[in-house]
């Protein structure tokens, strides 16, 4: 079996940082970092200014509340539990994301699908990965589908969908995270949440996207990118092999199955972060040449890398991207 933890960018993203955070530190001391676990990912907050202690305090408790009280599946008492146990009324907050959820999930054509919770369940991802029989895919996908969800005001009914934020929470997430700084006196500030970053200040930042192949130590390129949300998309973030076969966490909503196409890992940067999260679940499962579309439709930049170690850059930002793996080159 074949596992590691999504932290891509995120620890590159913190090495590179670190550079420029040491010089600026002699200017600016108030730097303050904190790496902790929830959302099942790992977290790491590294800010500067007068009220980075504060915020390196208030983001984990912003953190962990949005997880148990909101997003998680797995907490009896989060508001996405009682919404799949039979649907409610919903808080202003998950209004706002389920709305903009939907609103990606038509633009994909329903590549970007969040009700595919009792799919995602049978292959034991984050759990005990397995191949599922054929016929409990077919029977999950039935009942699954955003398309089933309701909405009426503030109230809404999943019809027997399970909804699920594993695409989209991380950037739910860092969209609190960056509300909650602009109410604190911070001058720079990065957070990842697994495989998405959000780049907080007025300063130039410089991220490095991780090698598919190499450990999550290591990367393949960087992107220069002023303040923005930055989210991967990889499937060797969660994947294991059984009877020869690689299967992978990313699912083709139309088959229940892993999507197989020529992508090994999708990065979108974004100025919300939930867009960037969900488009770079979604631009895997559409593939480069679509997915390159969507993106510009959502104003996103967008990298795509496939099997073949080529790497495709969509155009505002090709002046950003710089290549630091030889092996892999730009497609044509
Ligand atoms: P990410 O790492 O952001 O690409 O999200 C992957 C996670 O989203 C998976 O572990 C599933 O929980 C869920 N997921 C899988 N396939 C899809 C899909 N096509 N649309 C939305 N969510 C998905
Ligand atoms: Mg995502």
Known sequence: MKKKKSIIIAVSAASLLCLAIAVYSAILPKKTSVDFFSMNTYITVSAEGKDSPAACEEIQKLVNNLDSGVLSRQSEESEISAINSGGGKMSEGMRRYISDMLGIYEASEGAFDFALGSVSDLWGFGNEPHLPADAEIKAALKKSGAGKISINGDEIAANGAVIDFGAAGKGIALDEIKSLLNSMKIKNAVVSVGGSILLYGEKDFTVGIRNPEGNPGSYIMTVSTPAAFVSTSGSYEQNFEENGKIYHHILNPETGYPVQNELVSVTVVSDNGLASDALSTACFVLGAEKGMKFAEKYGCE???????????????????????????????
Do not use: P, R
């Open 302 to 332: 967008v990298i795509f890398v496939d099997s073949d170690k080529k790497v495709t850059v969509s155009d505002g930002i090709k002046d950003s991207v710089k290549l630091t793996d030889n092996s892999y080159s730009f497609a044509e």
